[in-house]
């Protein structure tokens, strides 16, 4: 089929034959569809050259995809252990809180006791924002706060033996046995009736109970940072020396023994072995 040839004139531009070759009649004959079969190989070549490159972008963004994603999910497992780890903190502090409210209910029933006013944290120091450092120094605040608070209730004689009308108090007075003159108190006297009782305002121990000259009956406690309280003229007692006892305790019931005029509690606060005046204990 290729040996069948048909000759080709060229001719120039003026007419006159320049170069006569000799081609395969069959391109000649099918030089269409040779030109169409070429035309389509050469379309798929550019297509298949197509169809790499952009499988292999595809594939490069797929792997960079894919990382970002991988990155995107270790990321989240850390904000979800960060939250349940911030969670936990938070509910530590809530416990810590709800620890500190019930040591302050403790400390306002002692405070109960001594007849002094229940304190009151209304958030003072202006208005709460509840976030995680918030809440922290809002713990702290507390700890520091209710530990005073409980070193000072028992370290110290806060509060009143006995709720009944001050008749006579700490310092110089008129003699009231005879009207005339001055002496001077060292402690403060409470209006009563014959019986009622009268209570410790601070833990400690007992270091006298009985009956001593002007004083009557009396009942001596000592306490702690070397306070001293006594409770006088008492109609009965009813700790013993050497007791250990509490804030609120009955350490005896009022009466009118010793140097009196009639029922009432001599109450003496002393610090280093000298008298103060009582009511500066009176107030938290």
């Known amino acids: 089929m290729l040996k069948k040839k048909t000759s080709v004139l060229i001719v120039s531009a003026d007419g006159n034959p320049n170069k006569k070759i000799q081609i395969p009649t069959f391109l000649l004959s099918y030089w269409k569809h040779i030109a169409f079969s070429l035309a389509t190989v050469v379309l798929l070549g550019v297509v298949g050259i197509v169809y790499f490159v952009n499988h292999r972008n595809e594939k490069l963004y797929a792997e960079v995809y894919l990382k970002k994603i991988d990155k995107l999910r270790q990321r989240n497992q850390q904000l979800t252990l960060d939250d349940a780890s911030k969670q936990v903190n938070i509910d530590d502090v809530r416990r810590s809180i709800n620890s500190f409210d019930s040591t302050l209910n403790r400390i306002n029933a002692k405070m109960k006791k001594r007849g002094l006013k229940a304190i009151a944290l209304n958030n003072a120091g202006g208005p709460l ?5 918030n809440l922290e120094e809002l713990a702290k605040y507390y700890v520091n706060m209710l530990e005073d608070v409980e070193n000072r209730l028992d370290g110290a004689p806060f509060g009143r033996p006995h709720n009944g009308r001050i008749t006579s108090r700490y310092g110089y007075r008129g003699n009231p046995f005879t009207g005339g003159g001055r002496e001077r108190h060292s402690g403060i006297d409470f209006q009563g009736r014959t019986g009622e009782n009268i209570k410790s305002t601070a833990k400690g121990t007992v270091i006298f109970a009985g009956y ?3 004083y009557g009956n009396l009942v001596a406690v000592r306490h702690a940072n070397g306070y001293e309280t006594r ?9 013993k020396s050497g007791q250990r006892i509490d804030v609120g305790t009955i350490v005896g019931l009022l009466g009118s023994t010793g140097r009196s005029t009639g029922p009432h509690l001599h109450y003496e606060v002393l610090q280093g072995g000298r008298t103060i005046n009582p009511e500066k204990y009176f107030q938290f």
């Open 212 to 214: 001593k000259g002007g």
């Open 231 to 239: 409770y006088a003229h008492l109609s009965r007692i009813r700790v």
């Open 129 to 133: 924002v509840e976030d995680d450092d």
